[in-house]
């Protein structure tokens, strides 16, 4: 169980200053600029969700991540995780909770995974059954016999990310967070990894939250959506509920037996293909497709094909983001 | 108490664990590690070859003798090279805060300073131990001084002392880094005036510089106190030489609450 309530974080970064010794002088009295990056956001996640957390770069996802896994401390609110303050009961909270950022690995760069994966066992404490159990079981899932020798520093993106989760999971914590853990994975090695987020919140009821901008991985990841917005949250809900909300835009691709006729109607956006297709873009509670089509059958062209789609989740959120969350 | 003593131990076997570890991870470039230990040795060399001309121009400096001069380098030296050879990470604190890799230290449930100075060993230092061994006992019997017992305890004291007191300065000056966004600067101004103590003897500079590194960045308790009383200068009053081991534990009391600060108000790199 993961809470936050009214949880901010302002960052004071310290500005240069200019001139003479500005070195000293900065530390003397440094100046600095404030930037919230998250601003008194609440939720809540139960047991064995799987949470996608969406939002642009510099929204304050991984301020978040960074709060609730206790790197950062928080300027205001509260966070519990567990039950726990992650930065004040940092160590009995690291026992539950385990972290991959996609952008950087937690593994040691020079040596070998299993030596990493050694010390880390250490480190949490994990007893020898534990440790063969896991070490068994992710082999199989994410194929690490395959480069377990090797020093990460030699690993490709996708095995490297594949040892960072294994070495999350070694000390069978209740929840997950993963920052960007597909970024830069080409698709396979995506699928891979989705498969095994799956697989361990099926089996050992692991509650994941997960930063992306991947939204494959939020079509089949996850059960519930949270976007923020310069600090704030904008949604949270189910998927489904954010297309109702958002994505009421429908896409309509026509194909026509000759010139492309022109569509001037208010609210409708339409653009031009080089090979003479027609996309038009409307919002289906102004107008049915009906209405739509008439209006084109109107101006003569025959129409030899259409295409008509739901908005992407991709496209829901590029229009909250442009819209800056005022719902429509 | 029972606990205490268990997290203790759990982290003196994880401290030797990583650095187990560190050097599995140094030896695979091999041509490196024997590159870098011939290269010290040299620059070893370089250093007493400009201390012998230095002392041979002036034959004494400031009331100290040849042999007195160096046994306070060679002082420097070893405590040193216990900063250099196992605490040499703390000054890659600022580096580590800006690529974000200082996330990782607070991601395991193991106190983040050990896992910082268990991430490297720097066993280039080793040479600057012998060597600064060396130079005490040439120094030694150049002086044509007699060390009893009392004195030998004194000198194991006064180097680990020395080594506490490298290793917090240079942690304080890292420390700065969670609040500015450069401690290089103060990094520099400390190698300015190290370079200063490690091979003369503070009486030949000014009262200020004196009072500098006495009080406020005290290296002249590395080499110049502790050495003073041991080869019986009058320079300082015993009780001022005999201070060193309190300087140390004064300082690492500091460096230990700054750490703390500093790790709640550490930002990590970007959003």
């Known amino acids: 169980m993961i809470t936050a309530k009214n949880l901010s974080k302002v960052y004071r970064i310290a500005q240069p200053v200019e001139g003479r010794f500005g070195a000293l002088r900065s530390l003397v ?27 642009q770069n510099g929204a304050g996802k991984s301020t978040t991540i960074k709060m609730l896994s206790g790197i950062l401390v928080p300027t205001g609110g509260e966070v519990r995780v567990n039950g726990l303050i992650p930065h004040k ?22 040596v070998p995974v299993i030596d990493s994966l050694r010390i880390l066992k250490e480190m949490y404490r994990v007893e020898d059954k534990v440790f063969q159990k896991n070490l068994d079981g992710f082999s199989d899932l994410l194929d690490l016999g395959s480069f377990i020798n090797q020093p990460v520093r030699q690993l ?3 095995q490297r ?34 498969q095994f987020i799956l697989e361990v919140n099926r089996e050992r009821g692991v509650t994941v939250l997960l930063t992306t901008h991947d939204m494959v991985d939020m079509e089949k990841l996850v059960n519930r959506v949270i976007v923020i917005n310069a600090g704030t949250i904008l949604y949270d809900g189910s998927i489904q509920g954010l297309r109702e909300r958002y994505g009421r835009q429908r896409r309509m691709e026509l194909q026509f037996d000759g010139q492309c006729p022109a569509l001037v109607l208010p609210d409708v956006k339409t653009e031009k293909m080089r090979d003479g297709r027609l996309v038009v873009l409307f919002d289906r509670n102004s107008y049915t497709v009906d209405e739509i089509l008439s209006h084109i059958r109107q101006m003569g062209t025959p129409i030899r094909d259409i295409v008509i789609q739901n908005a992407d989740i991709e496209q829901v959120v590029r229009d909250i983001y442009q819209e800056g969350g005022r719902a429509v | 108490m029972k606990n205490q003593m268990d997290e203790f131990k759990f982290h003196i076997k994880i401290y030797g664990s990583l650095l187990k570890m560190t050097m599995r991870g140094i030896l695979q470039y091999r041509a490196d590690f024997w590159m870098s230990l011939v290269s010290v040795v040299l620059l070893n060399g370089a250093n007493i070859v400009q201390l012998s001309v230095i002392t041979w121009r002036f034959h004494a400096l400031g009331g100290w003798s040849v042999g007195d001069l160096l046994v306070l380098y060679g002082m420097f030296m070893i405590s040193w090279s216990i900063f250099s050879i196992f605490f040499h990470k703390l000054a890659k604190i600022e580096e580590e805060i800006w690529s974000g890799t200082f996330d990782m230290y607070l991601l395991r449930p193991v106190s983040p300073f050990l896992q910082l100075v268990g991430g490297d060993i720097n066993y280039t230092g080793l040479c600057d131990t012998l060597m600064g061994f ?12 007699e060390w009893g017992l009392w004195h030998i305890l004194w000198f194991c004291l006064f180097i680990l002392s020395g080594g506490v007191i490298v290793v917090c300065i240079r942690f304080l000056i890292s420390c700065v880094s969670f609040w500015t966004t450069k401690a290089g600067a103060l990094g520099s101004i400390f190698t300015q005036i190290y370079l200063l103590t490690q091979k003369y003897p503070i009486t030949i500079f000014g009262r200020a510089f ?10 002249a308790f590395l080499n110049f106190y502790p050495a003073s009383w041991l080869m019986g200068k009058p320079d300082a009053p015993a009780w001022l030489c005999m201070l060193s081991p309190v300087v140390a534990l004064v300082l690492a009391g500091i460096a230990s609450l700054v750490w703390r600060q500093g790790l709640r108000r550490y930002d990590s790199s970007g959003g």
Do not use: C
């Open chain 2, 134 to 145: 060396g130079l005490v006992i040439t120094g030694l019997s150049l002086a044509g001084a």
């Open chain 1, 161 to 194: 990310v594949r040892a960072d989760l294994a070495a999350a999971l070694m000390h069978d914590p209740g929840i997950l967070f993963l920052d960007e853990p597909t970024i830069g994975v080409d698709v396979v090695a995506k699928e891979r990894l989705r």
């Open chain 1, 156 to 158: 490709s993106l996708g």
């Open chain 1, 89 to 110: 009961d940092r160590k009995a909270h690291l026992h539950n909770i385990g972290v991959v950022f996609g952008q950087k690995s937690s593994l040691w760069w020079d």
């Open chain 1, 29 to 55: 009295r440094p100046q600095y600029i404030e930037r919230r990056a998250v601003d008194g956001i609440n939720f809540s996640i139960e047991d064995g969700e799987i949470v996608g957390y969406i939002g």
């Open chain 2, 210 to 219: 004196r009072v500098l590194v006495t009080g406020i960045v005290p290296v």
